[in-house]
Every structure is written in C-alpha cells, then in structure tokens.
C-alpha cells in the first residue's frame, strides 16, 4: 500500500503553506514565468495559465495522491498573497526522504521567504511526519538558491557533475538549454537543533560568470 503526506496547512510568524488551489492560477503563471525560475527549473517557456491549471488541478494533487511528495503554495499570513511554493517531491518511504524544490515570485525576494517557509516544512516533515533526510540539489551557478540551502543549515554533500540542464538567454532573446553541475545539500532532524545560520559546508561553489 502507497503512503502519502495528508492535506494540511503549516503556519509560520510570516507565511502560511497551504495546498494550491484554482484561485492561484494567474498569480502562478506570473511567478513561473520570470526569468530565474525559467533559467533554472525545467517549467514550460512560456509558462501559459493552463499549464499552471494542470498542476494546480491534477499534477500537485497527484503528488499527494500517489505518495510521490507534497506542494505547498506559500503565502502571506496578511495579504494572502502567493509568495512561493515548496516542493517536497521523490518520496521515499522506506529511507524517510524527500527531495525539497522551491521558487519565489520576484517581487517577494529578498524577504527571507524562502528559507522560513522551507524550515517550516523541514520541522513539519520531520517531527510530525517522522522523516530522517531533506535532500536539496542547486545547479551550480544558482548561488541565491544555495543560499538558502545554507540558511536553514543544510550540509553541502557533494556536485554532481554535469548533472542538469539550465537555460540561458540567447541573442535573439530566447532560450538555450546548457548543461551544469548540481551541488548536493541534506537536511536532518539534527541539524535543526543547531544555529539556523550556521553555514556548514559552505565554502559557495563558482557561478559561471555568463549566467549573471
């Protein structure tokens, strides 16, 4: 029998992390469709409101349905307006781990949004659903993702060589896809007993200067 995360809702000082629902779909769009997200994620160019209706409705439902993980959309305990979402997606079961993914929409970055609303699913995953490891993978010229991963205080494991495609602009204004390396990061129980802002294994990794 296939286990799965229950719907709930996680509330932290700031945000509260909700399922998606239908009324997100324009705000959605828009976030998906910013430069970054496109640069570094694997979302559809452009990132149309039926594509986002389809996660919405079915592919972020599923996620829960079939035991693969968990999405929650991130907003604003007083506007409610959709800051973010938090993926814990790949579940494994038997090993107790998920990997964690998360975008901001631009206009909420540099808020600190991110890492509350991941630490508020890390405390979530592990003490209340008993998880042992929270698995964060960066490409490498994503240093504002990896600082992140470094704020809540997550080790830096390893790279992966040529592990991903990311995009970059190309002359004519379009994409292009370009292979990079994906830094490993992991999250236990433990080390949310320590500083926060402890950076453990963070000596930072080198951007490539034409993604800037």
Known sequence: MTSNFPETTISTERLVLRPLE?????????????????????????YTEEDARKWITRGAPAER???????????EFLTQRLVGTVHLGKADWR???????????????????????LLAAAHWLFRDRGFERLEIRTAAGNTASQQVAQ????????????????????????WTD???????????????????????????????????
């Open 22 to 46: 239908e009324a997100d779909i324009p705000a959605f769009a828009e976030m998906m469709n910013d430069e970054l997200v496109t640069a570094w994620t694997s979302v559809p160019v452009p």
């Open 65 to 75: 349905g079939e035991g693969r993980g968990i999405v929650f959309a991130v907003t």
């Open 95 to 117: 090993a107790r781990s998920v990997e964690a993914a998360y975008v901001i929409a631009p206009w909420a970055r540099g808020e600190g949004y991110a890492a509350e609303s």
């Open 151 to 174: 704020k809540v205080g997550c080790v830096s494991e390893g790279v992966l060589r040529n592990a991903w495609i990311a995009r970059i602009r190309t002359e004519d204004g379009g």
């Open 178 to 212: 370009v292979r990079t390396d994906l830094i490993v990061w992991s999250l236990l129980p433990e080390d949310l007993d320590g500083p926060p802002d402890e950076m453990a294994g963070a000596g930072g990794y080198p951007a490539y200067p034409e993604w800037r």
